[in-house]
């Protein structure tokens, strides 16, 4: 059900690439009717059994707010995870990216057509890639062609890898290193023609907005996203190699398997991610944005349109990918929509429905086990 959309990772059991996991379980039978949580919290305590260190998840239905945790926030002191716990989000990223795109393009500043070649002259080019042949839009919804830097081979053994990330984790990396990355490979295919998840694009986007504005992508969601819904727990932190208090460590395998030894990969620099997945917020800041976006309350309603109309994912029927956000439809036939992200030590989601009424948005602190899927399934469908 759910399109895997981690910038970067430490376990095989969330893939550096887009993948499908597996199908989530319904809630369990034994659920008491009289709690409307029961399902939610079931599948939470099943993520930590599965191994997950902690969990923290917020949940909005109408005017009702409701939160729970589980497992610890730390391994050395088992202390508990909290429900104000920030927590870096990953690709979760890539939706305020969009929004902030969109924005743009409502202001008539730029166009959704506008091609990589017109913002960005001499960026995206070299063995194959061609940014005179890529739009804006094809960034926003993957479907550029453009090769995913962080599915290089030296970047993943530098900065996924135990020995590389314990020696590399505070490295800077600028927007342009990380696509010069992605312009030593071959496109992936070419422009419009298939779709394949990229944090690349969302570089580029990034960079983008930059060029349009003069400001730097941080400094723009701060202005229209993150101060308007009072977000208080939202970051974008640049370089800062540190997660904002309060806050629980962040755990990985730094390995391609699910075993071995775990390290705390709380501090780093998230550069790395740049505007493909740098930002830091919390369960309730992120039910807040996504119902607002979904209310239109960001965008104008041709913008959100726009966002909305998703593209297919070859081999996952029940998800597509619009405009930096995904659509999933549940077992039980509702949809959902939002985005997933992953960063090291750190797994993430919120969705919300349609109308933005229903949301919900939760953390794993470790990268390597714990079924999300069955999470969402369990609030929107275990009733």
Known sequence: MTVRTTVVVGAAAVALATGLAAPAMAAGADTHPADPHGATRQAVRAAVKDGVPGVTLTAKDGRRTWSTTAGVGNLRTHAPRSADDRYRVGSITKTFVSTVVLQLEAEGRLSLDDTVEKWLPGVVHGN????????????????????????????????????????????????????????????????????????TNYVLAGMVIQKVTGRSYGEEIRDRVIEPLHLTATSV???????????????????????????????????????????????????????????????????????????????????SYGLGLIDRKLSCGVHVWGHDGGIHGSNSVAVTTADGRHSLAFNFNGDWSGDTDAVVEAEFCGR
Do not use: C
């Open 128 to 199: 194959g890639h061609d940014g005179s042949r890529i739009t804006l839009r094809q960034l926003l919804n993957h479907t550029s062609g453009i090769f995913n830097y962080t599915a290089d081979e030296t970047f993943g053994r530098t900065y996924f890898l135990k020995d590389g990330f314990l020696r590399h984790r505070y490295d800077t990396k600028t927007p342009e290193q990380l696509v010069a990355v992605a312009m030593a490979h071959r496109p992936d295919f070419a422009p419009g023609t298939s779709w394949n998840y990229s944090n």
């Open 237 to 319: 932190p640049g370089t800062r190699v540190t997660v904002p208090r309060p806050s629980s460590r962040a755990y990985s395998k730094l390995a391609q398997t699910a075993t071995g030894p775990t390290y705390d990969v709380t501090r780093l620099n998230p550069s790395l991610a740049s505007s493909a997945g740098e930002m830091i917020s919390d369960s309730a800041d992120l039910d807040r944005f996504y119902s607002a976006l979904l209310k239109g309350r960001l965008l104008p309603p041709k913008q959100l349109k726009e966002m909305k109309a998703t593209v297919a994912v070859e081999g996952i029927p029940n998800a």
